[in-house]
Structure formats: structure tokens, C-alpha cells
């Protein structure tokens, strides 16, 4: 028998974790202190801790190679898992709080990678806290595309400042991400929803997509139906309220 199949976290017909022994409070507090090595640059970052097979020591990281995609407040994976197939060649990483979601993933991709041989090589995961760290992380202008699937609303006024959508943060979003990179944003609380467009609309380098870049572009059709979120929101008869903006080059 192997190791999986004698531990009960793991299911014996799939081989992938069951979510119920990894469950978690729905959010954290962003602003609390909590414990977990950060990078004290980009540099410092061990590609070959994440993507093995791109990198097999931290020895042969290849400089020209760097991660593209984030999806902050990754939960359980759903959209990583989705992008990794549509976009093979393309590294990509979730950035979540939560220590026990993030034990999840990491298993979860492990295990694909089993049964996937050669697949799945291009996405990890890293337990962190994306408000205070993105750049720790990234490289000016390193990343094309930043994913905010279903954040936490922070409904009262008072907690306003913790939400991962604000004018302060858009600052650090704009500085990592390329231009022409695109920041991809869903939630089913219209109130958030509003917010979140208003801050891209007033920041001086977002400018919305049209409506048929939305249409052309395969990521926004994953943004309410790969995330565990997007589904309950979906078999509930649920609205969703989505921006999706570009950075753009600093006016002269």
C-alpha cells in the first residue's frame, strides 16, 4: 500500500487531497503580523523550490525566465489549475494567507504533477501576505497578468483599508506589472464591485478593456467558473461583477 493510499487526506480513486481536512476560516486579516520566510528581494526568490522541472537547482535558475501570472488570494487552486493547460510555457504562481489552504494547494499540485506526468510543472504556490509583500516578490514590470478572484469584501467602512483593490495598492500592481498587462477582477457584492472598477477607472495607469478584448481574450471566461467561489456563486443563481483594466504607459 502506497503512502497515499493508506492517509486519509488523500482521495484513493483521484489522488488528490480532500479539501474537508484542509478547510479554513473564508478570510484572514491582511493586516495582522503573521510568521513565514519572505524573500527579501525578487532575486532571492528559489525558482527551483516551485517549478523543479524548469529548474532543478537554485544553481540553474535561468534569468530570462520568470513568473507572469499571480493570482492573489489563490484559494484552492481552481484557476491555476485552469491556466496551467491553457498556458503551458508560461510560469505562474498563487499567493495565499491562509496556511492551511495554502498546505492544500501545494499538495494538490504535487499530486497532479503524479498523475500528469509532464504537466502542471509550471504552477506553485507560496504562503504569503500579498499586501505587504508583492514586492518581495516581483520585478518591475516582470508580471503580465495579476488575477483578484472573489476577495474579501471588508464590508465595514473601518476595515476598507484591508481590501487587496485600493488606490495605495494599485501603485504596487501598476510597478510589477508590464505594460499592457491586465488585472483581472470578479466578485458576486456588487458594493465591492463598484469599488474595485473605481479605483482601476480613477488610477492614471488602468484603462478598461472593451468588450471585444473581453470576449477575445480565454481568461475571463475561467474568472467565474474555474474558482470554488465562482462555482457555489454559479449553482446558487448568483450575479457577478467583474473589471478587467490594463496598465498603461505614464502619461508625459
Known amino acids: 500500500m502506497s503512502e497515499k493510499e493508506a492517509n486519509p487526506t488523500f482521495s484513493k480513486s483521484t489522488g488528490l487531497p480532500r479539501k474537508r481536512f484542509y478547510r479554513a476560516r473564508a478570510h484572514s486579516n491582511p493586516l495582522s503580523d503573521s510568521h513565514f520566510p519572505v524573500p527579501i528581494s525578487p532575486g532571492h526568490v528559489d525558482y527551483s523550490l516551485h517549478y523543479p522541472q524548469h529548474f532543478p537547482s537554485s544553481d540553474q535558475v535561468d534569468s530570462c525566465k520568470k513568473i507572469q501570472f499571480a493570482d492573489i488570494g489563490c484559494g484552492f487552486g481552481g484557476l491555476l489549475i485552469s491556466l496551467s493547460t491553457l498556458f503551458p510555457e508560461t510560469l505562474m504562481i498563487g499567493m495565499e494567507l491562509r496556511d492551511k489552504v495554502t498546505e492544500y494547494v501545494k499538495e494538490r499540485i504535487l499530486a497532479l504533477r503524479v498523475t500528469?506526468?509532464?504537466?502542471?510543472?509550471n504552477i506553485s504556490v507560496v504562503r504569503t501576505n500579498s499586501m505587504k509583500y508583492i514586492p518581495n516578490y516581483f520585478e518591475k514590470g516582470q508580471l503580465?497578468?495579476?488575477?483578484?478572484?472573489?476577495?474579501?469584501?471588508?464590508?465595514?467602512?473601518?476595515?476598507?483599508?484591508?481590501?487587496?483593490?485600493?488606490p495605495f495598492l494599485l501603485d504596487e500592481y501598476a510597478y510589477v506589472l508590464e505594460v499592457g498587462g491586465i488585472i483581472y477582477t470578479i466578485t458576486d457584492v456588487e458594493e465591492l464591485g463598484d469599488w474595485m472598477k473605481a479605483c482601476l477607472e480613477n488610477h492614471p495607469m488602468f484603462e478598461a478593456?472593451?468588450?471585444?478584448?473581453?470576449?477575445?481574450?480565454?481568461?475571463?471566461?475561467?474568472?467565474?467558473?474555474?474558482?470554488?467561489?465562482?462555482?457555489?456563486?454559479?449553482?446558487?443563481?448568483?450575479?457577478?461583477f467583474r473589471a478587467v483594466y490594463r496598465r498603461i504607459a505614464p502619461s508625459l
Open 116 to 121: 500528469n506526468p509532464g504537466q502542471y510543472q
Open 144 to 166: 503580465s497578468k495579476m488575477f483578484f478572484l472573489f476577495p474579501d469584501p471588508h464590508f465595514k467602512e473601518k476595515n476598507h483599508r484591508r481590501r487587496v483593490i485600493s
Open 209 to 240: 478593456l472593451t468588450d471585444e478584448e473581453l470576449k477575445a481574450d480565454p481568461v475571463t471566461k475561467l474568472l467565474s467558473s474555474a474558482t470554488e467561489e465562482g462555482q457555489k456563486v454559479d449553482r446558487n443563481g448568483g450575479q457577478t
